[in-house]
């Protein structure tokens, strides 16, 4: 791999633990002013200095984040239908210049196999990926999950595999409680998971220790990180499951007493 790819994704990874916490807050690309980012702004920026990395759409990085920030932005750069028409039929939306003139460490689109739309989909993974590698941007793909689909340890690993084998960075997708560590053995390269629906902080948490120790690289989560009732002490307890080895009931109480610390301690 060449240095600048590598560069950029060890620049997501804490040196320490090798894992990271990628603050997902992409989702008004299909939602819009959904709960939680309907200020954009107000949520993610407390959240900065605690995320390894930024998730997110080039239109809300422009005009809600600031430029002096210091952590490394990947791009979601895939979108078209709206939370109201099928989701799987997407098209790349964001040029690879546009990714390296907003100083992006890397891209994420989505894939939706199994969905209506799963041959463009993959087509568009493998169209990204080409180009990226000319650039040395990493990919992310995000193994998406359509209505009907199942959200088990055959359909993601076979999402998962695919998402490799096209040629993927690394990849993100849904836990599931039974054999996600098959779902990480089939698939070669890093492996994220998003959080899915607001479920009780402690919930989320034990999802996230129950990933981390089945093999994920870390996370990338959205809602229940911005959704929680504290958002920041949210997202230093998720921090300290997945860098520091938290036992879930220790780490839910320092979601409930938090430390003033930033992810630099
Ligand atoms: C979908 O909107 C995006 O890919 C999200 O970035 C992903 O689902 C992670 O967010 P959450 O943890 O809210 O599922």
Redo the contacts with the bound molecule.
């Keep these: 791999m060449d240095w600048g790819m590598k560069n950029r994704i060890e620049s997501i990874f804490n040196r320490k633990s090798g894992k990271t916490v990628m603050l ?4 008004g ?3 819009g002013p959904t709960t939680g980012l309907k200020k954009p702004a107000e949520t993610i920026n407390p959240l900065l200095p605690y995320c390894d990395s930024l ?1 997110i759409t080039r239109g809300i990085l422009r005009n809600c984040i600031p430029s002096n920030i210091n952590v490394p932005v990947f791009l ?1 750069v895939s979108g078209g239908p709206s939370v109201l028409k099928e989701l799987s039929d997407e098209e790349l939306t964001t040029s690879m210049k546009e990714a390296i003139r907003l100083n992006a460490s890397g891209v ?1 689109m ?1 894939i939706f196999v199994g969905g209506e739309y799963e041959t463009k989909t993959i087509s568009n993974l493998g169209r990204l990926v080409n180009e990226a590698e000319e650039y040395g941007i990493p990919v992310l793909a ?1 193994t ?1 999950v359509g209505k009907d689909m199942g959200r088990d340890a055959r359909y993601l690993g076979l999402a998962c595999r695919i998402a490799a084998e096209i040629g993927a960075h690394m990849v ?1 997708t ?1 836990y599931c409680a039974e054999d996600f560590e098959k779902v990480v053995e089939g698939c070669p390269v890093p492996i994220v ?6 479920i009780p902080e402690k919930d989320a948490l034990q999802m996230a220790h129950n990933a981390i120790s089945k093999g994920a690289a870390g ?9 929680s009732e504290n958002p920041v002490s949210m997202i230093k307890a998720i921090r300290a499951v997945v860098h520091e080895g938290y036992s879930v009931d220790d780490a839910f109480e320092l979601y409930n007493n938090p430390k003033d610390d930033s992810k630099n301690n």
Excluded: E, L, T
């Design positions: 997902a807050v992409d989702h690309y299909f939602q998730f979601r994420g989505s995000i998406a993100k849904y998971i998003a959080g899915g629906k607001k996370v990338d989560m959205g809602r229940n990180i911005f959704q």
